[in-house]
């Protein structure tokens, strides 16, 4: 299939901001559909105007208002005529990010079957009501879909598949209102249509129009959430298969950890702030426990590990159970608290004990920066929430996935003076390279995960032995390394009898990896920081956080890993 795309935009009486926001949309060239809803003649007169002035937008009009459902469905239709196969649904008041329209249609041009919607990222604009009310909408749709795959379902900033949403359009009729983004999610997603995220801002103009009918659409969501409800418990069974298959998947590591990290903190900061440490621990405790019964990818990497850690003498003193697989998860839990206090300065020093501290606080003193190499065994986070405390050290944490922009929010809602940064650099390029350059000329730290492989798992990688078995390891933080000719130490946390302890190792002055020798260079590299992580690993097992397949093949139905080595891709 051609995958041809093209702009879809719902307006009802819009006529101060259209204009505004067909500019933003014209250097896309993309073609566009507005449907007119039935507007007043001021908001009639600038959309005539506009398709006018534009030979890209075409005008579709209803001869009166039907609501935002009913201006969808039009639209659908007239881009099925005109032979489009994706609609990327905008609102007309310029609340939406049109810079984010291309990471849009990169995943729906990636995955051509999918309902690929935004992720609101909010400013501080939002009114309350509106943005605590949607986690009320969200539980709803959790429990009908019985499912976490939407994250959210009310962003009217997505793209979707013409086909599967024209036939959904004619077999049922969804809602026409304000209740139409979040029903039509939930009946594609029951049809099989899958649902892919891309967080994105979201601003409410205070010059913006609202057509939200306090108690009409109120009643009419109500209504919606009561059908849908209903409509859930005859596809239960279809539901909780579908949930089954998926959780017996390979699923990279961004998709499943790093998701459900940044919930759990986002959650726990609002806990920590009203009920402080007790009551944070003890409200999320159901909920890991909810994402331990719900994660079956999840269980049997977790068994996998501690089965390893067992069969070469470590800290796991019998085969796994079912117990101890719970306790892992557990673990993980009282991190995310921990990693609070830490980001809120309140850990105090007398809990942790900080070996190696001297050679960072040396560094500095010359005016160098170093890599800190770090992994997911311990709290790692404890480690940079700790960097405030040494002496105002300078660190920035690299990281491979969408989350760094989010997860900066909450450590500056954690710590308004923290001066922990998170890097996104999943885009690795000559910009970012004089970037880390400049700052560890600068006397800065940088701290990496080594441990987990980058999205594509067969490009960047290279096998080491970890465990037993040839793991994928990624090749990008030697490579970083060695382009910046900084020392690189290693940096691990783990709590060991009530205290946490911070190690703090030189693993090189310097990576250097020759043109001739390369590969087997950053397999040499690799396979040291394997090494130092698996001694480590099987002391402190309960603490080694990848709830994923790690060595990357695959994975029996009664929780046991096919002894081979080698590994495959996602």
């Avoid at 009486?13 to 001021?42: F, K, W, Y």
């Avoid at 239709?77 to 032979?83: H, K, Q, R, S």
């Avoid at 998701?259 to 405790?285: D, H, I, K, N």
């Avoid at 990281?399 to 922990?420: F, G």
């Amino acid at each position: 299939m051609v995958f041809q795309p093209a702009l879809l935009i719902p307006c009802y009486n819009h006529g101060d901001q259209i204009d505004a926001t067909v500019s933003r949309l014209a250097h896309h060239r993309l073609p566009c559909l507005i449907v007119d809803d039935g507007s007043d003649a001021t908001t009639a007169a600038v959309l005539d105007r506009l398709a006018a002035e534009h030979d890209w937008l075409t005008l579709v009009r209803l001869p009166e208002n039907r609501g935002k459902g009913a201006a969808m469905a039009a639209g659908v239709d007239a881009a099925a005529e005109a032979g489009w196969t994706h609609v990327l649904q905008i609102d007309a008041d310029g609340q939406h990010d049109t810079d984010d329209i291309p990471r849009l249609l990169d995943k729906a041009r990636d995955q051509p079957d999918a309902l690929v919607s935004g992720q609101p990222i909010y400013d501080d604009d939002i009114p309350r009501v509106r943005f605590y009310g949607r986690y009320l909408t969200h539980a709803l749709v959790w429990l009908q879909t019985l499912s976490f795959a939407i994250r959210d379902s009310m962003c009217g900033f997505r793209v979707y598949p013409v086909v599967a949403s024209r036939d959904l359009f004619h077999a049922h009729r969804i809602g026409r209102r304000m209740d139409f983004d979040t029903d039509i999610m939930v009946r594609l997603y029951w049809r099989g249509t899958p649902v892919v995220f891309v967080p994105t801002r979201v601003r409410y103009p205070r010059d913006g129009v609202s057509h939200f009918d306090m108690l009409g659409d109120n009643l009419r969501i109500a209504w919606m959430h009561a059908r849908l409800i209903c409509g859930m418990v005859p596809r239960a069974p279809l539901l909780v298969a579908r949930r089954l298959r998926r959780g017996s998947e390979k699923i990279h590591w961004t998709r499943q950890v790093e998701r459900g990290t940044y919930w759990l903190m986002w959650l726990s900061l609002q806990l920590y702030r009203v009920f402080g440490r007790p009551g944070a621990r003890l409200v999320l405790y159901p909920l890991v426990t909810w994402y331990w019964l719900s994660n079956a990818q999840g269980r049997r990497a977790s068994r996998d590990f501690l089965q390893r850690v067992y069969e070469h003498g470590g800290a796991q003193q019998r085969p796994p159970r079912a117990l101890d697989v719970y306790r892992h998860f557990f673990m993980f839990s009282d991190c995310i608290v921990d990693r609070l206090e830490s980001w809120r300065g309140r850990l105090r020093h007398e809990h942790v004990q900080f070996n190696g501290q001297q050679m960072l606080l040396d560094e500095a003193a010359r005016g160098r920066g170093a890599i800190l190499m770090t992994s997911h065994l311990g709290n790692i986070e404890l480690c940079r929430g700790l960097n405030d405390q040494l002496r105002n050290l300078r660190m920035n944490v690299l990281v491979y996935n969408h989350h760094a922009p989010r997860i900066n929010r909450i450590i500056e809602k954690s710590n308004p003076n923290s001066r922990l940064k998170l890097v996104d650099i999943r885009e690795f390029g000559m910009q970012t390279a004089a970037m880390l350059e400049q700052q560890v000329r600068d006397g800065e730290f940088l701290a990496i995960a080594a441990d987990r492989t980058p999205p594509s798992l067969n490009e960047n990688v290279v096998p080491a032995r970890f465990l037993g078995s040839e793991a994928p390891f990624p090749t990008g933080p030697f490579i970083i390394a060695a382009l910046l000719h900084c020392p690189v130490y290693l940096m691990t946390c783990v709590r060991v009898e009530g205290r946490y302890r911070i190690d703090v190792v030189h693993f090189a002055e310097e990576i250097t990896l020759s043109r001739k020798n390369r590969d087997a260079d950053l397999q040499y590299w690799a396979q040291r920081y394997a090494d130092d992580l698996e001694a480590r690993a099987l002391e402190t097992p309960m603490q080694w956080f990848n709830f994923y397949d790690f060595w990357g093949h695959p994975v029996t139905r009664d929780g046991t890993a096919r002894n081979q080595d080698g590994y495959n891709g996602d």
